[in-house]
């Protein structure tokens, strides 16, 4: 990308991306942070391992909707900007939110409970499937060409920060101001409420962010046709390889992240609280080194952080996860759930900023957005319900070898992404 002038307002602008970014996903995870709780206030009362496995399905039935969100948003953004987009995006989910916190439950309607759940986070991953693309490449187009691989890592500093958000509300709670039985009769209520409530202020700063400089640039010079059948057939190895790319990324992150907490309760035995005060400070270091490897990938380039993923990633997954299962405390869990975040941190600092610079500007919304949510719905959004299926049949290490199979995946993957640093590759790849 060419350099352009910077937006009138950028400070303002990247505080508007992030900030959005980060209650979107908050609103995204804290129905797994609070399933724990709610699970039987929505599905029949008799097998609590059956409560989890249906929650865990309705939470794949969000990703499915996650390429359609992809497909609608990135058009959206390619087309009538990346702040438009972005605006309608917190709308979706603000909504799911709003819906889910005044569902009434399974003992007062019946099948109509689980259906209302289904819905809102039909909602909410039609929004999160748009999210993605569109922050990705809002983010790295007004960054300075020199630092996108910093600017576009808050990205994930903001998708697990609204996660770590989700955990700190569920710790907060759990140890200070409410019993169990609170949180499981209306207690993970006010988790919802806050989000939809946090999503209503994010609207209002998303409307007074600046459009990216690529994009007005794209809009006021001869614009270029956008839309699918453009994407495909111009750019068809650059969709193919951030869909490889996110099946590693997608299983790692959602097996180390959002399926780590139950793994902790069901697997290794430790107490509700602890394990989502376990996994909290977890995400704590796994923050922190994101803008670190971010910055790294701005002076090495962004491929050694890729192959240090997967490489390490395909050799140390399977005693990851068996050494966190035979965890004899929270201390040594901590210390092994951070050796994991170190690892898969690779290629999420610079997963932003890879995809985008991919696509020329009247497709990268489109281009980042669509194939990663496509990986999202048929391996991200299955992670837990896969794990729980291999757990309930018997074979609960046959998951660990699944998540290093998809981060293998995602090593051969790398072999043919260009390396797209300005100071390794100056011209754009198109």
Not at 87 to 110: D, Q, R, V
Not at 378 to 400: I, R
């Amino acid at each position: 990308m060419s350099a352009k002038p910077a937006p009138r307002h950028a400070v303002r602008s990247v505080v508007g991306g992030s900030l959005g970014n980060l209650v979107e996903w908050y609103d995204w995870y804290v129905y797994s942070a609070f399933s724990l709780y709610f699970a039987k206030s929505f599905f029949p009362q008799d097998d609590p391992t059956a409560q989890l496995l249906s929650t865990s399905i309705v939470f794949a039935i969000g990703f499915v909707m996650r390429p359609l969100g992809g497909w609608v948003l990135g058009l959206a953004a390619d087309k009538y900007g990346r702040k438009a987009a972005l605006t309608w995006s917190i709308m979706l989910m603000c909504a799911g939110s709003l819906i889910i916190t005044c569902s009434p439950t399974y003992a007062s309607i019946g099948i109509w409970a689980p259906i209302l759940l289904t819905v809102a986070r039909m909602a909410q991953g039609l929004s999160l499937g748009g999210e993605f693309g569109t922050a990705a490449t809002y983010l790295t187009e007004i960054a300075p060409p020199e630092k996108r691989g910093f600017w576009s890592s808050f990205q994930y500093v903001t998708l697990i920060a609204g996660q770590l958000l989700a955990l700190g509300l569920l710790v907060l709670l759990q140890f200070v101001f409410l019993t169990e039985a609170q949180l499981e009769e209306w207690g993970w209520r006010f988790a919802f409420a806050t989000g939809a409530v946090l999503a209503v202020s994010v609207f209002w700063l998303r409307r007074g962010i600046d459009e990216t400089p690529d994009f007005v640039e794209e809009s006021t010079g001869e614009r270029k046709k956008g839309g699918f059948l453009t994407l495909i057939r111009e750019h068809p190895k650059q969709v193919a390889l951030v869909f490889g790319l996110s099946i590693g990324s997608n299983v790692s992150f959602y097996a180390f992240t959002t399926y780590m907490q139950k793994y902790l309760v069901a697997s290794a035995g430790f107490a509700k609280d602890k394990a989502s005060l376990v996994c909290s400070a977890a995400l704590i270091f796994y923050i922190v080194i994101q803008p670190m490897l971010g910055a790294l990938s701005d002076r090495v380039g962004r491929k050694p952080l890729l192959y240090w993923t997967w490489v390490m990633g395909v050799l140390t997954t399977v005693p990851l996860f068996t050494a966190i299962g035979a965890a004899g405390s929270g201390t040594a869990a901590f210390f092994l759930i951070c050796a994991a975040y170190l690892v898969i941190s690779g290629s999420s600092a610079t997963s932003a900023v890879v995809k985008a610079e991919m696509f020329p500007p009247h497709v990268r919304a489109l281009g980042v957005g669509l194939p990663y949510a496509i990986s999202q719905a048929f391996f991200g959004g299955t992670a837990e319900s896969v794990a729980l299926g291999f757990k309930s049949a018997g074979y609960e290490a046959a998951f660990f070898w699944y998540v290093a199979g998809c981060m293998g995946v995602a090593l051969v993957t790398t072999l043919f992404v260009p390396e797209t640093a300005p100071r390794k590759a100056p011209q754009r790849i198109a």
